[in-house]
């Protein structure tokens, strides 16, 4: 009976080590055997000349160099003279030179035919190198792909398809867990209408654009703005925090308490919303304009404009075909999810803010990742502006599900497609966290991708709303609430300026002189 009683009792004490090793490795007590592809986004692989190898896009530095030479001289003496209207030809210039390779024709083919995307397949050997016999595949160490992302949806989910089939075959798996991101939502939401969900198991949609971005939608309808307050809010919250961040943050706080940065924003405005006038009607309309994979991340009530005004009369039937077919996916995504959760993929929503969108367009105040609008990315959330919170007084918009808004009143998740499967992390922007490191949020989608598709916001480790601190994911709670964008107001006392400055001046002293 003591024996009895002893192995009963010890079984009970390494009863959570059991629990703990098997939901680590996944809810069956086994590893994950499902190979993880990640879809980058858009621009995330080089455009090369595929005969040659020849660096296409991005430019070299010594062509960027030749064109700013070529470029800013005679800007700057047209500005200084007050020729706006001759500034068309120096500026168009220089953006064709930047872009050219890039082109395509009014079909939405690229203009020069041997472009194409530098990525690769990995060899069949690198990719089930990926499984590790501790712990399978992870969203670590993920199968990286990547496309030519000039081209339409269509076309990029059959080359998608091409690859998970590849993968299946070069490790005998049956189904494949996909985290896609940014402009890879666009490319994973065409294949689910183009393909379906056989192959598929877990999906997660991370920092989507799958649903737009105003900072496309802005700049394809020219809403260009500016204001100081904005654009030191912006570079407070993507400049970083290591040393030479603080520093220019520190500077430019002490010009904007001085005032400086309300008369460089409002020339800077008026400089951007020229020139960008000026290449948006040559330079960018036959470049961007004719690229179906950057119209993909056109906001949905955006798309009509663009198509109709914009594009009118330089592109053909052929273009608004490919274009046409992703603007139908886009507005039938919470469908699409709907129905893939239904045949049994799990999918998960992982959208960011804390930032205001990019300073030079009229939705620079939305909140967002920086990049990507916070309302698109979570499929609907209310978001308020990054420099307002909604009123104390509050209440959600839909009663249910209970506590959808956030503890620092940013974000109403109750309006979202899925706010069971949608999570917000906050101070981490679209291209990552400040400090560079992804290994939090990866942990994260490891978890996502062992628990399975029972898991959802309501959990104490990975809950609705989260704050990336130290390297790590925490609740976000009212007491560890921080915003990364620092000081961006100007004070409104002189002594409380001058206070500030001096406090400027200290930090920057102490980053140049201090080891």
Request: hydrophobic residues 40%; glycine residues 6%.
């Amino acid at each position: 009976m003591k024996k009895t009683l002893c192995l009963i009792l010890s079984a009970l004490m390494l009863l959570p080590v059991w629990a703990q090793a098997a939901f680590a490795a996944g809810t069956d007590g086994t590893k994950n055997k499902t190979p993880v592809i990640f879809i980058a986004g858009f621009t995330s692989t080089d455009t090369v000349d595929e005969e040659t190898g020849e660096r296409i896009f991005p430019p070299s530095a010594d062509s960027i160099k030749r064109g700013l030479r070529e470029t800013i001289r005679p800007v700057l003496d047209r500005t200084l003279k007050g020729e706006f209207h001759s500034l068309d030809y120096p500026l168009n210039q220089a953006v064709l030179a930047l872009f050219d390779g890039l082109r395509c024709d009014e079909n939405g083919d690229p203009v020069k035919v041997r472009t194409t995307a530098a990525y690769k397949y990995p060899t069949p050997e690198a990719i089930r190198a990926k499984y590790h016999e501790d712990e399978g595949y992870t969203a670590d160490d993920h199968i990286y792909y990547s496309y030519d992302w000039r081209l339409d949806m269509r076309t990029l989910a059959g080359g998608f398809h091409d690859f998970i089939e590849y993968v299946l075959e070069c490790t005998g798996a049956k189904k494949v867990d996909v985290i896609a991101y940014s402009m890879g939502t666009c490319v994973l939401s065409s294949y689910l209408a183009v393909y379906g969900t056989e192959y598929l198991d877990q999906t997660i949609f991370y920092c989507g654009a799958f649903n737009g971005s105003s900072f496309c939608g802005d700049a394809f309808k020219r809403d260009i703005e500016m204001d100081a307050e904005s654009t030191v809010a912006f570079l407070n919250g993507v400049l970083g925090t290591d040393a030479r961040g603080e520093l220019v943050k520190a500077l430019v706080d002490v010009l904007h308490q001085e005032g400086v940065t309300d008369l460089t924003a409002a020339v800077a405005g008026k400089l951007v919303d020229t020139a960008f006038s000026r290449v948006r009607r040559q330079a960018l309309k036959y470049i961007f304009g004719r690229m179906p994979g950057f119209w993909a991340m056109i906001p949905y009530e955006d798309y009509d404009y663009v198509r109709n005004e914009f594009a009118s009369g330089m592109v053909t039937d052929a273009f608004y075909e490919k274009t046409d077919f992703y603007h139908e996916v886009q507005g039938n995504i919470p469908a699409l999810l709907s129905s893939a959760m239904a045949k049994g993929v799990n999918v998960s929503v992982i959208a960011k803010y804390g930032y205001p969108n990019v300073p030079v367009i009229a939705s620079r105040k939305d909140g967002s990742d920086a990049i990507v609008d916070t309302c698109y990315a979570s499929i609907g959330a209310t978001a308020a502006r990054y420099d307002t919170p909604f009123p104390e007084d509050y209440v959600q918009a839909n009663p249910e599900p209970a506590g959808c808004v956030s503890p620092d009143r940013m974000i109403d998740a109750s309006t979202c497609a899925f706010p069971e499967k949608t999570w917000f992390i906050k101070n981490s922007t679209h291209l990552g966290t400040l400090n560079g490191d992804e290994s939090a949020e990866y942990r994260f989608m490891d978890w996502l991708i062992a628990s399975g598709a029972e898991m959802t916001v309501e959990n104490e480790d990975y809950p609705r709303f989260m704050i990336e601190k130290n390297h790590q994911l925490e609740p976000l709670t009212a007491e560890n609430d921080a915003s990364a964008l620092g000081n961006y107001k100007r004070e409104n006392s002189l002594i409380a300026r001058l206070k500030q400055i001096f406090e400027d001046l200290k930090k920057m002293l102490r980053l140049l002189f201090v080891k």
